[in-house]
C-alpha cells in the first residue's frame, strides 16, 4: 500500500477518519450517489478497481453492489483542491440507490414542492443501504 | 421562510448543523466543488437564487462569490435519498476553484502519481476560500 501514499497523504480525513466521496458516471457526467471513505476503503478501490466505501451505519467497509451486483467499476480517482473530498468518475452496473433508482439525487425542489423526477428501474436491494 | 419547510424537514443537517452541498455546472455536468451549508445557507441560496454556503473555518455564511464574482446561480436544488446530501444544479460565473481553476476536482491519480489535468484560467481570488 505504500505506492499509495501520495495519494493518502493528499486527502484530508476527518475526525472520523472520513472523507466524503463523490460518485459520478464517467460518460454522461450524471451525479449518482454521495458516500464517505476511510484510508482502507481507499486503498481497497485502488487496488480491486471497484468502489469501496465506510459504512457509517455499519461502521464497516461496504464493498458498493456485493450483494446486489450494482458494482461501480472505477474510472478515475480524483482529489480536490484542499484534500477534503474525492470525486470517483466510476461506470455504474445497475443503479447507485437504494431506492432502485439510478441515481439517489431524485427529489427536486420544484414549485414549492419536492418533487420525485426519477423512477425506480430496479427491485431495491433491501441488504444495499446507504451511509 | 416557513414556504421551506418542507424542504428543510427533508434535509439532514448533522451534528454541527451542516449538509454537504455538492455543487454541478447544470448543462455540461462538470463537478465544480462540494461545500457545507446551513438551514439559514439553504434558506438564503432559495431566497435569492445565488449559491450560499456555510463556511466552516470562518464559521459564516459564504455567499459564493462575493468577492470575487465568480457567483454560481441556483438552477436546481436535489435532496437525495436519506436526505444527507443536496445536489445543487448552478450555473457558474468564471472558476468555482479558490486556485483559480474551473473547478476543485484537478488532481487525478494516474500511473501512481497525483496529476494536475486542468490549468488556471482566472487569478486566485485571495479572499476566496473553500470551506
Redesign the interface.
Known sequence: MS?LA??LD?IVFNADGLV?A?A?QHD????L??AWMNRDAVAET?RTGRICYWSRSRQSLWRKGETSGHVQRLV???????G??V?LLVDQSGVA???G?RN???????N???TT?AAVEAEPPATER??
Chains 1, 2 share one sequence.
Do not use: K
Open positions: 505506492d501520495p495519494l493528499a466524503p463523490v459520478q454522461t457526467g450524471e451525479m450517489m454521495l485502488l478515475e480517482f480524483r482529489v480536490d483542491c484542499d477534503d473530498t470525486l440507490c437504494h431506492t433508482r439517489c439525487f431524485f427529489r427536486a425542489w420544484r414549492g414542492r419536492l423526477i446507504r451511509s
